[in-house]
């Protein structure tokens, strides 16, 4: 049933459709997750990232970091999977978007430094970031 409400959640927000009662879904969908499957399970780490995809739609940047600051030390637990991997990277990177957002461009730097870290102790690491992160690390921004 999670899954399923999910994925409806998932499709509104591609086309822009986010508004309070979808954030508040999806709020609930993270906490039954982390109840029944745990905190550092892959699914919770994924649904908290829409999560925070869904704050940032809505402008709430302050709360996204918040949740990614909290990810971040969940994961620090968190065994070393390719899963795990990825949720790190995805924290990462978004912290330093918006870290840059701020104006906070050596945070940002930091951030985009470690996932990249991250994605090249990988022995394939997801397509496309490390070209994403080298660009952003180049630009400064």
């Not at 999910?6 to 508004?19: N, P, S």
């Not at 739609?57 to 949740?67: P, T």
């Not at 978004?94 to 730097?109: I, N």
Request: net charge neutral; charged share 25%; hydrophobic share 40%.
């Amino acid at each position: 049933m999670l899954s399923e409400r999910m994925v409806l959640i998932k499709a509104r927000m591609h086309v822009g459709d986010i508004d309070q009662e979808s954030l508040q879904e999806l709020e609930d969908i993270v906490s039954a997750l982390a109840t029944a499957r745990g905190r550092n399970h892959d699914a919770t780490h994924k649904a908290r990232f829409t999560l925070v995809q869904a704050y940032l739609m809505l402008g709430k940047d302050d709360v996204a970091r918040a949740a990614l600051s909290a990810s971040l030390q969940d994961l620090a637990g968190a065994p070393i999977t390719m899963a795990t991997q990825i949720a790190r990277i995805n924290c990462h990177e978004k912290l330093g978007d918006l870290a840059s957002k701020q104006g906070l461009h050596e945070g940002a730097r930091q951030h985009w430094a470690q996932a990249l870290a991250t994605s090249q102790s990988m022995e394939k690491g997801p397509l496309g970031i490390e070209e994403r992160l080298q660009e952003k690390l180049a630009r400064g921004r």
